[in-house]
């Protein structure tokens, strides 16, 4: 099993920045990919980014390539996600994942099995 609690979620108006936390904790292997995940009113979960256990392979959403940033401190079993010039439409609940992918990162959320409850990001103008 593998706990994920996300935090730093807020209201920001737009070209701001925020960073997302999501502490990991349970049992992870080498193999485990962690990903962020979005979830807008009325609309599907999307992936945002992701990142294998190891950083050997990071893959991001185009709409956010360039803006956001994930990245991983494994001493502090620890994922983020920085987003930087935040935009009306980044507004929803941000989700972290994690999944034993063996190394890819996918963006369809049914392959990923493990989900934190969310953290709200509000942009406003």
């Known amino acids: 099993q593998v706990q994920l609690v996300e935090s ?8 701001d920045s925020l960073r997302l936390s999501c502490a990991v904790s349970g049992r992870t292997v080498s193999e485990t990919a962690m990903g962020w995940f979005r979830q807008a009113p009325g609309k599907e979960r999307v992936f945002v980014a992701g990142i294998t256990w190891r950083g050997s392979m990071i893959s991001y959403a185009d709409s956010v390539e360039g803006r ?26 941000y989700y972290c994942a994690a ?7 996918t963006t369809s959320p049914e392959d990923w099995n493990y989900w934190g409850q969310g953290t709200q990001v509000t942009v406003s103008s």
């Open 99 to 105: 999944a034993a992918l063996h190394g890819q990162i």
């Open 68 to 93: 956001f940033t994930i990245s991983k401190d494994n001493a502090k079993n620890t994922v983020y996600l920085q987003m930087n010039s935040l935009k009306l439409e980044d507004t929803a609940v």
């Open 8 to 15: 730093g979620g807020g209201s920001v108006q737009a070209g």
